[in-house]
């Protein structure tokens, strides 16, 4: 028997009283947060939810996010996480690819109206059977008539229990990732998956009950679902949550919270360092406190990683992961050399190697696509078996991404195998946006491509061609695609053009369009 919810149940035997969660004034201590998260899985086994069935939870990182994941995973079933950034053809997606049998929703706010999408989504989908909303206000009402809320779910229910006798390889975690191609796919993790996962980053992060972990990253993401919410509860450290990142704000939370863990993507690092009040803040506080800094997500610049630690007084190790490994791969560990620009060595019981387009082993230095085999490797991809199978070509995982190994082992990513586009850590699919765009009554053709951004990594750009006699204009349809996606992939820059580069066979010569965002990016400056 294995079940990642162990990771809360046995921190509140052992720190009752220890602050485990914290955000603004709330504070909650472990017993609480495990008497809240019995009560949630006590009200879903209420209401026929079984184990093995999925939830989907759209909420954004709020104590109520760690309280309904351990509710779910306590009853057994699997967490289906959901971007509080799709709309709601995109989240009705999601509900339905993944089967999941409820949804529970945060309300939301006016610029961000979660509970109205996701109703609406719950009403395109009828394999789902109950929706709960999450009120923005503690022991609020529904916004939505007819609907219960998450306090009703757990009303009456019992704060002991158990949970459920899940085995290593059951499916805990349906994480929608990118593809190639297509819409995204679920990556299965398993318990062990995770399990290993967190206990191998607590002992490379030489994590301790002591610690304090700030967690800007999304909770419904890879890497701040596992390295820091599931860390955190396995080490019965205290996690303070911050709903969305902001410079003065987690400044402020590492001043006040004496933070000594912090984990985030490159750009949060960059808006750190040029944040023009940082010096308002004790710095030297802030430095004496902070003990580890990990980056992930995209890779980092060497001199934004140097300018930190200078500011900061704190080395960032940087890793590499993905959705479907749990995430963590490989690291810069603790009591090894540090090398800038890699992504250190693979994690312990975890293999990478560089091959080439047949499998054959490259030597050092050589570049190749990166795979990986190991306990952290996902189960395959939710019911895409012909997309699992591609995956796991001759046996190991194929991460899409070009690398090379040194002469002592470290990884090096020096670029993509795929048109996926990571924007500020978020994966954006360029076909997605494609199919979507060419539905525009004036657009007849459309190719999405990632341009260079200095904060974000990468922006999203679109070149569409318009149909014959259709008229738009380039802000009309940054508009139009602003209302169709999530505010982190829709195209920021739209370039109207007669015609786009092709190959023999019609398929669109895509580096041919990165080559000339360059080129007019430089006209530009």
């Known amino acids: 028997m294995l079940n990642l919810a162990s990771f809360l149940q046995e921190s509140a035997k052992e720190y009752a009283d220890r602050e485990a969660i914290v955000f603004g004034q709330f504070r ?11 009560q949630v899985a006590n009200g879903l086994r209420s209401i026929g939810i079984n184990q093995g ?21 306590k009853a057994g079933a699997a967490l289906v996480p959901l971007n509080v950034l799709l709309k709601q053809r995109e989240m009705a997606y999601h509900i339905k690819d993944s089967d999941a049998k409820a949804l529970i929703c945060f309300e939301g706010t006016d610029e961000l109206p979660l509970a109205a999408a996701g109703h609406g989504a719950f009403q395109e989908v009828d394999s789902c059977e109950h929706l709960y909303i999450i009120p923005t206000m503690p ?35 349906v994480l929608y990732t990118s593809g190639t191609t297509g819409l995204p796919k679920g990556a299965e993790l398993s318990h062990a998956n995770i399990v290993m996962n967190a206990m191998t980053m607590r002992d490379l992060a030489q994590g301790s009950p002591d610690d304090v972990t700030l967690c800007v990253l999304p909770l419904f993401h890879s890497f701040g679902h596992t390295v820091q919410m599931h860390t955190s ?9 911050l709903p969305r990142f902001e410079p003065g704000a987690v400044l402020q939370a590492f001043q006040d919270e004496n933070v000594t863990m912090f984990a985030g993507v490159p750009t949060m690092y960059w808006d750190l360092l040029t944040y023009k009040d940082a010096d ?16 992930g997500g995209a890779a980092m610049p060497v001199e934004v990683m140097k300018q930190f630690e200078d500011k900061f007084g704190v080395e960032i190790l940087e890793g590499y992961g993905l959705s479907e ?8 560990q603790l009591g090894k050399p540090r090398k800038a620009g890699s992504i250190g060595l693979p994690i312990w019981g975890v293999n990478m190697k560089i091959v080439d387009d047949d499998m054959n082993e490259q030597p050092v230095g050589e570049k190749g696509e990166i795979v990986i085999r190991g306990h952290n490797v996902m189960k395959g991809y939710y019911q895409r078996e012909e997309a699992t199978e591609e995956c796991f070509k001759g046996g190991w995982f194929h991460s899409g991404d070009v690398g090379y190994m040194d002469e002592d082992g470290y990884f090096f990513i020096v670029d993509r195998t795929k048109d996926m586009v990571i924007r500020g850590g978020f994966n954006v699919y360029p076909r997605e946006l494609e199919e979507v765009l060419i539905t525009h009554p004036a657009i007849s053709l459309a190719a999405v491509i990632g341009v260079p951004h200095e904060e974000y990594g990468e922006e999203v750009k679109a070149y569409v061609i318009l149909k014959e006699g259709e008229s738009a204009s380039e802000d009309e349809l940054r508009a139009w695609g602003k209302e169709q996606f999530a505010a982190y992939k829709y195209p920021r820059s739209v370039e109207i053009v007669d015609a786009l580069p092709m190959g023999p066979t019609g398929k669109i010569l895509k580096t041919e369009l990165r080559e000339l965002a360059m080129q007019t990016a430089a006209v530009g400056k």
């Not at 069935?53 to 995973?73: H, T």
């Not at 529904?142 to 059951?170: F, K, N």
């Not at 490994?325 to 810069?332: G, M, W």
């Open 139 to 173: 022991g609020g009402t529904s916004p939505i008539d007819g609907v219960h809320t998450l306090a009703g779910l757990m009303d009456g229910q019992s704060p002991e229990g158990d949970y459920a006798p899940t085995r290593p390889d059951d499916t805990c975690l």
């Open 233 to 241: 509860m396995l080490v019965g450290s205290k996690l303070v949550l």
């Open 28 to 38: 909650l201590t472990y017993a609480q947060v495990n008497m809240m998260a019995n």
């Open 280 to 295: 308002k803040f004790d710095l030297k506080k802030i430095a004496d406190n902070l003990r580890l800094c990990n980056s």
């Open 325 to 332: 490994t749990s995430p963590v791969a490989s690291f810069n």
């Open 53 to 73: 069935d999925k939830v989907a939870l759209c909420c954004p990182n709020l104590p109520y996010f760690p309280i309904v994941a351990y509710g779910i995973l």
